[in-house]
């Protein structure tokens, strides 16, 4: 059975699941469609074309769905916002919808954490399993995919991309795009190795973590030509599918490698 407090405010349009709980003065306004097994705390604002998953959370002052950052949005344009299942905002998060010239949608995958303070921008792409520490900004048309993790009060540049299993360090600024499985650090970030760690923990066979490493190895710190050093990895280790993924992404950066 769902709650709602008496002080907070539901648009009549709004759809909610079963076992939706909103905390005191929190604000749903417009078409918002709230998952099974919601909670949402107080003082919250959720809003627009959103679409919240089963067992989100939203802690205190959280904001979802306000019109996106963007001087070229206009008020009456139609964006949405697609949140997966699982998700926790902490205090003070905001998340925007997408704009019309970005494809119109923001996206958010299952199981993130996002912690206080973080922004996720307009027309963001964000997979699962990911972590924003405190005070994390993502600017507008970030790809961030499954199992990052970036470091609190980092920000991330419009259009950057931030591989799978990449960690970022706290206090970077993240110009370029971050390569999959990678470690980066600084302002502005660079490469600063693989993330063993992560890939330790995700339970990675070790032969796979091997054969990263010496891509790793052959792609950052042997001097050659990225083109040739792209065609020795592939040669040498192609049929791994981490480095497939690993090569793949810096084949397609646009932005350049961090």
Not at 151 to 173: N, P, T
């Amino acid at each position: 059975m769902s709650f709602i407090h008496p002080t907070a405010i539901v648009a009549s349009e709004a759809r909610l699941g079963k076992d939706v709980s909103i905390g005191p003065y929190t604000v749903i306004e417009g078409p918002v469609t709230i998952g099974d097994g919601t909670v949402i705390g107080a003082h919250c604002v959720v809003e627009g074309h959103t679409t919240l998953g089963e067992k989100c959370q939203l802690y205190t002052a959280a904001v979802i769905g306000s019109r996106p950052q963007d001087k070229k949005h206009n008020s009456k344009d139609q964006v949405f916002l697609k949140i997966g299942a699982n998700n926790i905002f902490r205090e003070y998060v905001t998340a925007n919808p997408g704009t019309v010239e970005g494809g119109g949608t923001t996206s958010i995958g299952n199981n993130n954490l996002f912690m206080a303070c973080s922004h996720v921008a307009h027309d963001c792409r964000i997979g699962d399993g990911c972590v924003l520490a405190n005070y994390v900004g993502l600017s507008g048309h970030v790809t961030i995919e499954d199992r990052a993790l970036i470091g609190g009060l980092s920000g991330v540049h419009q259009f950057a991309r931030v591989g799978y299993m990449s960690i970022i360090g706290g206090c970077s600024k993240v110009n370029q795009d971050v390569p999959p499985f990678s470690m980066v650090d600084g302002n502005p970030a660079t490469l600063r190795g693989l993330n063993a760690i992560g890939i330790k923990r995700a339970g990675i066979p070790s032969d796979t973590a091997l054969a990263l490493r010496r891509a790793f190895k052959i792609l950052f710190n042997s001097g050659l030509a990225r083109g040739n050093a792209l065609t020795q990895v592939e040669q040498q280790m192609g049929s791994v599918p981490e480095i497939q993924r690993l090569l793949e992404f810096i084949k397609s950066s646009k932005r350049g490698i961090s």
